[in-house]
């Protein structure tokens, strides 16, 4: 069996519910699932059907809280890897982009589904990366820094690393556009990385001193 055969499979296990075992709802939403594939990708749904809880019984679990397109998203990566494919609403230069992917990524993170996580930061560290000429760049950015877990700071790590490089660029902007920087702890980690980006620079500046003088002193140019 092909890749694309075994895609065919998991798309019609997938969109037909066909031997489906387990039931996730979200918000008046069913999502007929298989445990076999579900579960053995998240702890977070493995250990709700185990044991005494009333989850194992049903084989239902139920999401108040959850976003339920988000839920799509996450039980779409389980069947394929992947999720998003087809949706033209996560073009890269999208604002909603942006808060769909840190979706996702604070969902795997609960759900324990951990390439699923690491692939979603992806997406917001590249959305990071290619927008932070946008208007509405340290909005999002704030909404990004705000929502991050405590345990995990790669994403805050990644506006901070993009805020330091341009720093000059968003003191230009204005107060109006100063967003995060009201923030303190934001403003302490800017100011930190301006501090480790200057030094470094300075460094690499003294080392090509050096290297011109002891070019110099052998008679190379």
Known sequence: MGFSDLETLMRSLFEDGKYTDMTISCHGRD?????????????????????????????????P????????????????????????????????????????????????????RDLAATRVIAWINSNWRSKSFLSVAQRIWDKSPPHENKLREAIIKNVSTNIQYFL????????????????????????????????????????NKVRQKIGLR
């Open 31 to 63: 999502f007929k699932v298989h445990r076999a594939i579900v579960c053995s990708q998240s702890h977070f749904f493995d250990a709700a059907l185990k044991g005494g809880f009333q989850e194992a019984e049903s084989s239902h679990v139920k999401l």
């Open 65 to 116: 809280c959850d976003h339920v397109d988000t839920i799509a998203l996450v039980l779409e990566f389980c069947y394929f890897q992947d999720y998003g494919r087809a949706d033209d609403s996560l073009k890269l230069e999208s604002d909603e982009a942006a808060y769909t992917h840190l979706r996702v990524y604070l969902a795997a993170d609960k759900f324990g589904i951990f390439p699923l």
């Open 172 to 211: 230009a902007q204005g107060k109006g556009n100063i967003g995060l920087f009201g923030n303190p702890t934001f403003l302490l980690a800017i100011l930190e990385g301006v501090a480790t980006k200057d030094h470094n620079h300075g460094q690499a500046n003294n080392m090509l001193t050096q290297q």
